[in-house]
């Protein structure tokens, strides 16, 4: 929706890696130079860790640009908690092969195998393992032992680990991985934007689509953006998406500080929200704990998101209709305060009864717009999950 209100060519947050708006931070640039130089030895293990949202993927999926397919036969595995047997078959899965049954040594052979064609067609191989820090250390220990295939003096498979801090703690602490530390050739860890890359980072991204100052942005608001995510490139993006999407609901020409407290806030409640299993009806105005809603708490899934079209949104209108019925209660009341004032009749009313009629048109104006603020919200909250929700699946947006 808010790339057609600002008219640009794509969304530029989206939270899937996508190499064409990859951005090179001056950590990302010492992790590209660390891949190069670990990839020209052809041999062991590099390893990236960074928090969640760092950029880990989109890095990879970079590097997967610039690498010749005529040189380099690259298979990626995204791991859940795998042991030794398992990360095995998904290892041949991962460079097509077909094993039968769940023999380890025949999917072992047929690896090596592989490994073997394709070092004497000219090519070398590299399996990108994201999601380190959930495998199993027999895993680990598997993928050591795959290192160990050999054309000769030729090593046949290097691996490249991607994973979250705890892994890097993981490689550097425990004594079962000796033998594999000793084969690490590069490691790095990717660390968050600072205040002046976030701001070059939205830029980056916005002038990818088309953007060419519509919208604009206050002073400080980058700053605050910073400040809200943490420089977590995910974070940013989905704080961005919101913002934007805030922006076009509202048909703002710029966006504002403000406009970004409001949707922390937002996003906070929703976390909030789905903590608890609560009614939408509980928001909450305070940020998470630094600064906005966990990511966990943000990245829905699409059956999540339909969840939230069918259930969350028909809780928020039910409690519009009560609050449509709340209003018109007070303005039942408002119009009694106002007969109070004038009487009914030519009777003159003494000062006290004329300043409690006051008394009661103030509480009944300062009841309606109170109401009258929280229907607003609610309308605008519902709104932006809808959208989001039809956005999510190309199929949905004709709808």
Same mark, same amino acid.
């Not at 052809?42 to 610039?66: D, N, Y």
């Not at 039910?318 to 009749?345: F, P, V």
């Given at each position: 929706?808010?790339?057609?209100?600002?008219?640009?060519?794509?969304?530029?947050?989206?939270?899937?890696?996508? &190499?064409?708006?990859?951005?090179?931070?001056?950590?990302?640039?010492?992790?590209?130079?660390?891949?190069?130089?670990?990839?020209?030895?052809?041999?062991?293990?590099?390893?990236?860790?960074?928090?969640?949202?760092?950029?880990?993927?989109?890095?990879?999926?970079?590097?997967?640009?610039?690498?010749?397919?005529?040189?380099?036969?690259?298979?990626?595995?995204?791991?859940?908690?795998?042991?030794?047997?398992?990360?095995?078959?998904?290892?041949?899965?991962?460079?097509?092969?077909?094993?039968?049954?769940?023999?380890?040594?025949?999917?072992?052979?047929?690896?090596?195998?592989?490994?073997?064609?394709?070092?004497?067609?000219?090519?070398?191989?590299?399996?990108?393992?994201?999601?380190?820090?959930?495998?199993?250390?027999?895993?680990?220990?598997?993928?050591?032992?795959?290192?160990?295939?050999?054309?000769?003096?030729?090593?046949?498979?290097?691996?490249?680990?991607?994973?979250?801090?705890?892994?890097?703690?993981?490689?550097?602490?425990? &004594?079962?991985?000796?033998?594999?530390?000793?084969?690490?050739?590069?490691?790095?860890?990717?660390?968050?934007?600072?205040?002046?890359?976030?701001?070059?980072?939205?830029?980056?991204?916005?002038?990818?689509?088309?953007?060419?100052?519509?919208?604009?942005?206050?002073?400080?608001?980058?700053?605050?953006?910073?400040?809200?995510?943490?420089?977590?490139?995910?974070?940013?993006?989905?704080?961005?998406?919101?913002?934007?999407?805030?922006?076009?609901?509202?048909?703002?020409?710029?966006?504002?500080?403000?406009?970004?407290?409001?949707?922390?806030?937002?996003?906070?409640?929703?976390?909030?929200?789905?903590?608890?299993?609560?009614?939408?009806?509980?928001?909450?105005?305070?940020?998470?704990?630094?600064?906005?809603?966990?990511?966990?708490?943000?990245?829905?899934?699409?059956?999540?998101?339909?969840?939230?079209?069918?259930?969350?949104?028909?809780?928020?209108?039910?409690?519009?209709?009560?609050?449509?019925?709340?209003?018109?209660?007070?303005?039942?009341?408002?119009?009694?305060?106002?007969?109070?004032?004038?009487?009914?009749?030519?009777?003159?009313?003494?000062?006290?009864?004329?300043?409690?009629?006051?008394?009661?048109?103030?509480?009944?104006?300062?009841?309606?717009?109170?109401?009258?603020?929280?229907?607003?919200?609610?309308?605008?909250?519902?709104?932006?999950?809808?959208?989001?929700?039809?956005?999510?699946?190309?199929?949905?947006?004709?709808?």
């Amino acid at each position: 929706m808010y790339e057609n209100f600002y008219g640009f060519a794509g969304r530029p947050f989206q939270l899937t890696p996508d &190499p064409q708006f990859y951005f090179e931070s001056v950590s990302h640039k010492k992790a590209m130079s660390y891949l190069g130089y670990g990839l020209g030895q052809g041999e062991g293990f590099i390893v990236i860790t960074g928090e969640v949202g760092a950029g880990k993927s989109t890095l990879v999926a970079h590097l997967m640009e610039r690498i010749d397919p005529a040189a380099l036969t690259a298979a990626q595995v995204v791991t859940s908690a795998l042991d030794g047997a398992e990360i095995v078959h998904v290892v041949a899965q991962a460079f097509g092969l077909q094993v039968e049954g769940h023999d380890k040594a025949g999917a072992l052979g047929a690896i090596e195998r592989f490994l073997q064609d394709e070092a004497r067609a000219g090519r070398r191989c590299l399996l990108v393992v994201d999601e380190c820090q959930n495998l199993d250390l027999t895993a680990l220990e598997e993928l050591r032992m795959l290192s160990n295939f050999q054309l000769g003096a030729h090593p046949l498979l290097q691996s490249l680990l991607l994973g979250q801090p705890e892994f890097r703690a993981t490689l550097a602490q425990h &004594p079962g991985l000796e033998q594999l530390r000793q084969r690490i050739i590069a490691s790095h860890h990717l660390e968050a934007l600072d205040a002046g890359e976030v701001e070059n980072y939205v830029t980056h991204r916005l002038s990818h689509v088309g953007w060419n100052g519509h919208p604009g942005f206050e002073p400080g608001l980058l700053d605050a953006l910073y400040e809200q995510t943490g420089g977590i490139p995910r974070r940013v993006n989905q704080v961005m998406n919101r913002l934007l999407l805030l922006g076009a609901i509202e048909a703002r020409e710029v966006l504002s500080v403000a406009m970004l407290g409001d949707v922390i806030a937002e996003m906070a409640a929703d976390q909030n929200r789905g903590a608890r299993g609560g009614s939408p009806s509980h928001r909450s105005a305070t940020p998470a704990p630094g600064g906005m809603a966990a990511p966990g708490g943000v990245e829905r899934s699409a059956g999540h998101q339909a969840g939230v079209a069918a259930t969350e949104v028909a809780a928020l209108l039910a409690e519009r209709d009560s609050r449509t019925a709340e209003l018109e209660a007070a303005i039942s009341e408002l119009q009694a305060a106002g007969n109070a004032g004038q009487g009914g009749n030519d009777d003159t009313y003494s000062a006290e009864q004329v300043r409690i009629a006051e008394a009661r048109l103030a509480a009944a104006l300062e009841r309606i717009e109170a109401r009258l603020e929280e229907q607003e919200q609610s309308f605008r909250h519902v709104l932006t999950m809808l959208i989001e929700w039809l956005e999510e699946d190309p199929s949905r947006r004709a709808a």
